[in-house]
């Protein structure tokens, strides 16, 4: 009988990668809870209908990639490819957003089918923000310093880049689109096949074609500054004012719009040249439209999502997980022969009481050979227990040191507490 292996693309994360993923994800966590941002946690499942009214039904998204199926009771469901309309339905249906602000964060699977590569996968993991019902370019910008701020802790700032763009009201926004298509379809037989396609239904994302020549032929394309309305315009200056008063560096991207439809004004992206194509590793915008068009009040929002195995990936290239980060336990704990294995497990349960937040493994194999196969797991502590005639309970005790040094258990809790505290 053959093995059962995982669906391609949706892959294990092994204990030895666990702990960075800790890592990062208490990181992403402390920093929010500094911004005063509250989780929120969402089904993995959603109506259709969601997807396609918030993504855009002719996104490659709903058209090649998400994850559809029909249930028992032939109610059409998806996986969530991504956070944002998850989070504005469940904000919307327990009446969390009109008339209030909001500033929610969620973390955990979305599904997408493509093509597997390094960075990119079926099932990955996203960290998303939303900030509801606050209009003025304050809130994109605190959303940009979180992200900025995020950096810094993770040791990584020197590695990305903040580009940004705005795209304008929906009515200046379609004014540019009729503008693009018209230059784009003098252009037409040039342009790559992605790109025709998307000619008629999606035109914006063209500016974000990585096919060369379509490049040449954008460089002469009207510019969506020149079409922004005049509030999208202040907001934007004033955006970037409050990131030059803040000391984030940044570069304007005329060229840069997000693959979902609900986009406006503000549009950001994170990127780096450490991950080859895979550069981009936290974007986010604008999207004041989106509680309307999928039933609500009118609501004015913002926020941003970041591929955790992106971000990980970045680590590890950049070398700035700490080495603390990997360890899993703080004193491997064994007996010197068996009659004492149960003294052991109690002295542990002691020690786990007495010294908070110590981590300790008991030895519960074989007892051959114990110190050696103790330093074997790269422990940071070793204690022996063994049982002397004369003394009674005896602890040898390692240290980042060769030598052994005799305690007894009162001895070891101090000595644990003052290493450990």
Not at 100 to 110: D, F, T
Request: glycine share 8%.
């Amino acid at each position: 009988m053959s093995k059962i292996k995982a669906i391609r693309g949706m892959n294990d994360i092994l204990p030895d990668q666990t702990p960075v993923w800790q890592y990062l994800e208490n990181t992403v966590k402390t920093v929010l809870g500094g911004y005063g941002y509250s989780e929120i946690r969402m089904p993995i499942v959603e109506q259709t209908d969601l997807f396609k009214r918030s993504i855009g039904e002719v996104t490659d998204i709903v058209e090649k990639e998400m994850y559809t199926f029909d249930d028992r009771n032939g109610e059409s469901l998806t996986l969530r490819p991504e956070g944002t309309a998850c989070c504005v339905r469940a904000g919307e249906e327990h009446g969390m957003l009109y008339n209030q602000a909001q500033r929610l964060w969620y973390q955990g699977p979305m599904f997408r089918y493509e093509k597997p590569q390094k960075g990119r996968y079926r099932q990955f993991h996203q960290v998303g923000v939303e900030a509801f019902g606050m209009a003025g370019p304050d809130i994109d910008a605190e959303l940009i310093l979180i992200s900025a701020a995020l950096w810094r802790e993770l040791g990584m700032s020197d590695a990305v880049v903040l580009q940004l763009n705005s795209l304008g009201s929906n009515q200046a926004r379609a004014e540019y689109k009729d503008a693009l298509v018209a230059y784009l379809n003098q252009h037409f037989d040039r342009l790559d096949e992605d790109s025709q396609r998307r000619l008629e239904s999606n035109p914006l994302r063209i500016l974000d074609s990585k096919n060369e020549q379509t490049r040449e032929i954008l460089e002469n394309a009207p510019v969506l500054s020149e079409y922004l309305d005049e509030e999208s315009r202040q907001d934007f200056e004033q955006l970037c004012a409050v990131l030059d008063a803040a000391g984030i560096r940044y570069e304007v991207n005329p060229y840069l719009v997000r693959g979902l439809d609900y986009y406006c004004k503000t549009v950001f992206e994170w990127v780096t040249d450490k991950l080859g194509a895979q550069g981009t590793v936290c974007a986010g915008g604008r999207y004041d439209g989106l509680v309307k068009q999928l039933g609500g009040k009118p609501t004015p929002a913002v926020g941003f999502a970041m591929g955790i195995e992106r971000l990980i990936l970045l680590l590890e290239t950049l070398e700035v997980v700490p080495a603390t980060v990997r360890q899993t336990f703080d004193l491997y704990l064994a007996a010197e022969h068996k009659g004492i294995q149960s003294d052991v497990m109690l002295l542990a349960e002691r020690l786990r009481r007495e010294v908070p937040g110590l981590r300790v493994r008991v030895h519960c194999a074989g007892l051959k050979n114990i110190a050696n196969k103790a330093k074997q797991t790269g422990a940071p502590a070793i204690a022996l227990l063994r049982s002397d005639a004369d003394k009674g309970a005896l602890l040898s005790l390692w240290h980042d040191e060769e030598t052994a040094y005799d305690l007894s258990p009162e001895q070891l809790v101090a000595e644990l507490t003052r290493i450990f505290a």
